[in-house]
Structure formats: structure tokens, C-alpha cells
């Protein structure tokens, strides 16, 4: 065929419209589309991680404070459980139960407030003492007291310490370990006596009733403790208050009843008083 038998071209394929070429509209495949889900998916984690972090480390944080005060806390206690001899602690040292299995004993624990009531103490003398030793002079008071119920019971104790108040302590205590009984007939003694003790002696009468203790000093305190309140006495020789307050506790004992005498003369008190 020739060149001149071929078609020539029409008016309308002769237009650019004509001319282009034929593009086709691609749609996404069902290979393609899981793939775009992948991404989505691989980005939305992403956003979301970051609060999660910060949450997570502000747990951690908060945890880590806790767990801080919660060792402090029972570390405190612990120590608190040891002072107070076995107690559990509690994280405060006021909580720690002191005492338990390891408290002192209480001094006045098992006492008679009223039996401690009845008894009285008077001072008789406080007197500043030095001792000589190998390092100089060493001072220190010495305290007597005399200590009585009222009800025929008196004591006589002698006290000494670097203080005051130690010796008198020391002399309450040594008074009421060495307690006689008056044997009191009314409110006499049952019969006259004279006694002599060192450079002291002292002259004890009865007395009727009403008539009082006629006595002083040391004498005096002795005799109104013990429950006397009608007696006549006379003190002689060393007017120390510790040898006339001896004197007088060593008289009061050499006492007998009526009932003490009449047993040993083989009678009754009535046949004896007749």
C-alpha cells in the first residue's frame, strides 16, 4: 500500500483531546489497603504513649516517696520498741509502749495509804558530821528521828548522808526497823521507872489523867509518839537529845503491863491490884 492510500485523519481525532492518551483512574487494590490501616495503627500508639508515660512515672514517684516514708516510719518505731523494753513501735516514738516488760516498780506499790497516814515523824536533831580520811575531811549530816504511831508503837533511827533530806530519809527508814511496844494503861505508863543510858538518865512517873506530858526535849517527842499523854519525867546527867531520846526508848521498853507482872507473881490483875 502506498502512502497516499492510507486514511487521513477526521476533524475530531485531530483534537488534543483526541490526541492524549487514555489514563485510567487506579483505585486501591485490597493488597494496598491493609497497608494504610498499618500505618494509622503504627501512629495512633504513638500519641497515645506519651500521658501514659507521664502517668507512669508519676505512680513510680509517688511510689518510691511511699515506700521512703514507710522505712523512716518503721525505722523510728523501731527504736521506739527498744526503749520501750520489748513495746511495738508505730512509726512515733509517743506510740512506742514504754514499759512493757521493762518499767521501774513503783516504790509505793503494795502500801497502805492509811497505815502510812497513822504514823509520824518528828526531828529531833540535824547535825553537820566530818569524818577524817586519807584524802582530807569529808563532811556530811547526820539526822535522828523519832517516828510513832500514837498507839504504843515508837522507833528511834539514826540517819546520815552528804544531804539533808538523804539523811533524814535514811533515819525514818533505820526508825521504823527498830519499833518497841509501850504498854500503855490509859493514857499512863503502868508504873514508875528510872533508867540510865551512858552520860543520860532520865526519871519516868505516872500521872492521873489530864495532867499532860510534863517533859521536854527529846524526851518530850518521844514520850507524845508513842501515845503517852498524861506522864511525869525528869531528865539528869547529859542533856544530848540523842542519848535523852535513847534514855527514854530504852525506859519505855523495860515497861511491863499489869497482866506481865501478875503472870509472874502467879495471880490474876485483880488479885494483884487488891
Known amino acids: 500500500m502506498s502512502p497516499s492510500d492510507t486514511p487521513s485523519p477526521t476533524p475530531e481525532e485531530q483534537t488534543p483531546e483526541a490526541q492524549a492518551p487514555e489514563v485510567q483512574a487506579q483505585e ?3 493488597s494496598e489497603e491493609p497497608t494504610a490501616e498499618k500505618t494509622e495503627a503504627t501512629q495512633a500508639p504513638a500519641a497515645d504513649e506519651a500521658p501514659q508515660q507521664v502517668q507512669r512515672a508519676q505512680t ?7 515506700s521512703n516514708d514507710d522505712s523512716g516510719r518503721r525505722g523510728r518505731g523501731g527504736r521506739g520498741g527498744q526503749r520501750g523494753g520489748g513495746g511495738e513501735g508505730e512509726g512515733n516514738r509517743g506510740r512506742s509502749n ?21 504514823w509520824k515523824e518528828k526531828v529531833i536533831q540535824i547535825r553537820r558530821v566530818t ?31 552528804s544531804e539533808v533530806i538523804g539523811a533524814i530519809q535514811k533515819a525514818v527508814s533505820a526508825a521504823r ?9 490509859k493514857t499512863t505508863i503502868p508504873h514508875p521507872i528510872d533508867n540510865r543510858l551512858g552520860g543520860s538518865r532520865v526519871i519516868l512517873r505516872p500521872a492521873t489523867q489530864g495532867t499532860g506530858v510534863i517533859a ?5 517527842a518521844v514520850l507524845e509518839l508513842a501515845g503517852v499523854e498524861d506522864i511525869l519525867s525528869k531528865s539528869l546527867g547529859s542533856n544530848s537529845p540523842l542519848n535523852v531520846a535513847r534514855a527514854t526508848i530504852q525506859a519505855l521498853s523495860l515497861l511491863r503491863s499489869f497482866s506481865d507482872i501478875a503472870e509472874g507473881r502467879g495471880m490474876s490483875v485483880k488479885e494483884m491490884i487488891m
Open 98 to 118: 514504754r514499759g512493757d516488760g521493762g518499767g521501774r516498780r513503783n516504790r509505793n506499790e503494795g502500801r497502805n495509804p492509811a497505815e502510812d497516814s497513822e
Open 60 to 66: 513510680a514517684g509517688s511510689n518510691a516517696d511511699s
Open 28 to 30: 486501591p487494590t485490597a
Open 216 to 220: 521536854g526535849g527529846a524526851a518530850r
Open 131 to 161: 569524818k577524817v580520811v586519807k584524802g582530807g575531811k569529808k563532811l556530811s549530816f547526820r539526822a535522828v528521828v523519832v517516828v510513832g504511831n500514837g498507839k504504843g508503837q515508837v522507833g528511834l533511827g539514826i540517819g546520815k548522808s
Open 177 to 185: 526497823k527498830n519499833l518497841i511496844t509501850v504498854p500503855v494503861h
